[in-house]
Structure formats: C-alpha cells, structure tokens
C-alpha cells in the first residue's frame, strides 16, 4: 500500500501561482511514476504532469507545458507541482497518484490521494 495526502491548494488570482504538494508514504520503493492529475466540475480527470521518481524524468500536458513544474524531493518522500501563470480554467481538484509506467493513462495509476482544490479567479 502507498498513501498519499495533497496540500497547498487555495484561491488565486489569474496570473498567480501555487505550489501543491503530495506527501508519499507506505511502501514506497515500489512507486515507480508519481502523476498529477485534475477534475474540474462536470468534467473528466485529466493528466496534468507526471515524474519518473527515482530518475526524475517529466512530462506536461499540453495546456500546462511551460507553466507548470513538476519536481519531487526523494530523500523527504515529496512530490510537487509547481504553479504560475494561472488561468481561470486551471480551477480544478488537483490529486497526485502513483503508477509502475511512465504513462499519462488515468487506469494506469494505482494509488491516489483525496485531492486537493485550486480555484483561480479572473
């Protein structure tokens, strides 16, 4: 089992940033990817960002390539998303999840966190 609890979501202006953060417990030398993902209301859960966590390989979704990092800190067992640039349409729950692939598929990820909201005002 591996846990996973988000934290740094807020309100935020359009064109501010955040920071969220996932805090990785349980049996982690067996995460392999650590993925962001977000679900605006009456919408699907998107891939936003994803990081090979023991290389630190990344990849970004197209509508956050260039605003969004995605960093992990692996001696603390943390992995962030780092926000700037936002937009109205970023406002979403933002949850961090675990996956044996490099892969932006939703089913291929097996453990989630409860999510945490970001809500960006224009």
């Known amino acids: 089992q591996v846990q996973l609890v988000e934290s740094g979501g807020g309100l935020v202006q359009a064109g501010g940033s955040l920071r969220l953060s996932c805090a990785v417990s349980?049996?982690?030398?067996?995460?392999?990817?650590m993925g962001w993902f977000r679900q605006a209301p009456g919408k699907e859960r998107e891939f936003v960002a994803a990081i090979n966590w023991s290389g630190g390989g990344t990849d970004y979704a197209d509508s956050v390539k260039g605003r969004f990092t995605i960093s992990r800190d692996y001696a603390k067992n943390m992995v962030y998303v780092q926000m700037s640039s936002l937009k109205p349409e970023d406002t979403a729950v933002y949850y961090c999840?675990?996956?044996?692939?490099?892969?932006?598929?939703?089913?291929?990820?097996?453990?989630w966190g409860q999510g945490t909201q970001v809500t960006v005002s224009s």
């Open positions: 999840a675990t996956s044996k692939r490099f892969t932006r598929r939703r089913n291929e990820y097996d453990y």
């Open positions: 349980g049996r982690t030398f067996s995460v392999y990817v």
